[in-house]
């Protein structure tokens, strides 16, 4: 008779011993709770040591592209689009055995982090899939960038549109935030504030406010 891989018993023991990932971490600056992929490597990196495996990840593929978003004032704005292919292959230290999961992962960002984001929403998503991992969530995470259509000009907007509710996440919310105060773009924030209070959550609208007035208070402006 075969013997079973130890792998197998090892990943139903860090299962046994995974509880749900909530929000728990708390922004006390800007007021709102966040759950990042620290939170989900925490839960799962003991329970991982604990049962004898190591994890290597191999870069199957990865795409870039640059993306012009149309922000909800109506501004076009450049950002990198990167969507990596990642196959993780979890090793037991036992008997060497081994099970490989591949994913993909997608992240935008303005700056120069757009690989780290999108390998560590990839390797995030891989634990969760594959620990089944309760998350504490109604919805799962969902991006709200709209892409620019391929004309340069700007699109003829009325003066004050009806604002639309904010659909992302709370993760979603403190990107959104960090991007537009690192680009001083107080359009965008107040289009985002309006979306906010549009949705009916007035602590996010807050930690609008306040990347506003920091942004104001650094141009000596009232």
Request: proline share 7%; charged share 25%; net charge negative.
């Amino acid at each position: 008779m075969t013997d079973t891989p130890a792998i197998h018993g090892q990943m139903l023991a860090v299962m046994r011993a995974i509880g749900a990932v909530a929000k728990g971490d708390r922004n006390s600056e800007q007021g709102y709770s966040f759950r990042g992929v620290d939170a989900v490597v925490n839960a799962v990196g003991p329970a991982l040591r604990d049962a004898g495996i190591f994890l290597l990840p191999e870069v199957v593929e990865l795409n870039h592209a640059q993306v012009r978003l149309l922000g909800r004032g109506g501004n076009e704005r450049q950002a990198a689009s990167c969507t990596p292919v990642v196959c993780y292959r979890f090793i037991s230290g036992t008997d060497g055995s081994q099970v490989s999961v591949t994913v993909a992962g997608e992240a935008i960002d303005y700056g120069d982090k757009v690989v780290a984001k999108a390998m560590s929403v990839a390797y995030r998503i891989m634990l969760l899939q594959v620990f089944a991992i309760p998350t504490d969530d109604v919805e799962p995470d969902a991006e709200t960038y709209e892409r620019a259509a391929p004309s340069p000009r700007r699109p003829v907007l009325p003066a004050h549109p009806p604002a639309e509710p904010y659909t992302g996440t709370d993760d979603d919310f403190t990107i959104d935030v960090a991007n537009l105060e690192e680009v001083r773009d107080l359009d965008a924030l107040r289009e985002l504030w309006r979306s906010v209070t549009a949705s009916g959550r007035p602590d996010l609208a807050n930690a609008v406010s306040l990347a506003v007035q920091r942004i104001k208070d650094s141009e000596g402006k009232p």
